[in-house]
């Protein structure tokens, strides 16, 4: 990658802000997150995160402020927008009747991916479901699906990858290849905006870290200056 698009930021939120009728979920907030880098949101439950995620992702539209993808107004009805931002979100959304493999094969289809078969493969063999390629949805324990959300993330190109509480439901062997994972991504190039509850995944792979309280950022910075300030390391 060029080092000009390294240094240019990706993702530019410009005071993005949101509210759902009188009440303002998400207060006036600047993020911008390059190639390589990664961001962890971090806060307690209704802090915001999400809110952040979704716009961030052009899953939503702020009711104040600007965000910008690759220099553009951001929206998922944008098909650059769609093509290079994956999404993890912190929901399972399955089709009940297609295995394992087919909702990766069908991610593959959706973004033209060329002889996706044995990158299928890998990423199942990575996300350990190798043995359940052949699963219905409904077959899989909520840790395994869990593992499909990230497999079909990672079959797919990518140059931003938001992900909400991607350590959900995983056991803590499955966590720290998360993190690997991610360590992984940002070394391959891709912008990572992640948010979750977990301090070692964001001491393990984030740069910079947001501490969000009821919609406001109370603390910002590396992860090991926010958790100090959090009073969550010493
Ligand atoms: N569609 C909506 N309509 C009204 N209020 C909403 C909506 N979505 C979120 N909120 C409110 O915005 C605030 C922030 O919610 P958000 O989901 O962003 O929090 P979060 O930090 O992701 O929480 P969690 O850790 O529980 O996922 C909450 O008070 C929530 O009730």
Redesign the pocket.
Known sequence: MAAKARAEALLRLRKVSRS?GK?L?LHPLDLELRAGRCTALF?H???????LLRIASGRDVPTGGQALFAGRVMSEDDPEVRARVAVVG?TVACYPDLTVREHLELVTVAHAVDDAAGWIDQVLADRRLSDHARALPGALSSGQLQSLLLAAALVRPRDLMVLD?PEQRLDPDARVRLAELLTAEKEGGVAVLL?THQAELAEAVADHMIA?ED?RVIAEGTPAAVLRQLGIRA
Not at 45 to 51: F, L, Q, V
């Open positions: 759902y009440r979920a806060g439950n209704g802090s915001g995160k999400s809110t912190d509480e948010a969000l919609g």
